[in-house]
């Protein structure tokens, strides 16, 4: 498993994902983000940028999870994945100082599909439609 927080990638043997307050999901990777708009604000009298502006915050993110996992939650939802309600996603990690971090999503599924080929570990990536990230929330 890889975890990516903004780019900064981790060690897999210390993290533990819990999706549906459950962490036996055989989630394989998860990458998440959250960007901010940002605007120079120019004034009279400058060619130079003397502000900014602080826009809308948005997040984007995707989670890999192995078929026989992913065909559980299926069928659990009757089928379909994508109308599960948002749900909280809890990303459990040691950083560089040892310090334990946990990130809180709040995300549903955007998608659904398979993603078959010629290797013995089938897993499928889905992208999450994420309404707000909680960053370090222990």
Same mark, same amino acid.
């Given at each position: 498993?890889?975890?990516?927080?903004?780019?900064? *990638?981790?060690? /897999?043997? $210390?993290?533990?994902?819990?999706?549906?307050?459950? =962490?036996?999901?055989?989630?394989?990777?998860?990458?998440?983000?959250?960007?901010?708009?940002?605007?120079?604000?120019? /004034?009279?009298? @400058?060619?130079?940028?003397? @502000?900014? /502006?602080?826009? &809308?915050?948005?997040?984007?993110?995707?989670?890999? =999870?192995?078929?026989?996992? *992913? @065909? %559980?939650?299926?069928?659990?939802?009757?089928?379909?994945?994508?109308? =599960? &309600?948002?749900?909280?996603?809890?990303?459990?990690?040691?950083?560089?100082?040892?310090?334990?971090?946990?990130?809180? =999503?709040? %995300?549903?599924?955007? @998608?659904?599909?398979?993603?078959?080929?010629? $290797?013995? $570990?089938?897993?499928?990536?889905?992208?999450?439609?994420?309404?707000?990230?909680?960053?370090?929330?222990?």
């Amino acid at each position: 498993m890889r975890i990516m927080n903004n780019g900064k *990638a981790y060690d /897999s043997g $210390d993290v533990q994902i819990a999706l549906f307050g459950r =962490i036996d999901w055989e989630v394989t990777g998860i990458n998440y983000s959250t960007e901010q708009e940002h605007q120079p604000n120019h /004034s009279l009298g @400058s060619n130079r940028q003397t @502000s900014f /502006s602080m826009g &809308k915050v948005s997040h984007t993110g995707d989670i890999t =999870i192995r078929l026989a996992s *992913a @065909s %559980a939650m299926e069928k659990a939802a009757g089928g379909s994945i994508l109308n =599960i &309600k948002p749900f909280p996603i809890n990303v459990t990690y040691v950083n560089d100082d040892n310090d334990i971090i946990n990130d809180t =999503i709040l %995300a549903k599924f955007q @998608s659904q599909g398979r993603e078959v080929g010629g $290797d013995m $570990d089938l897993k499928k990536q889905y992208t999450l439609f994420i309404l707000d990230i909680d960053y370090n929330n222990i």
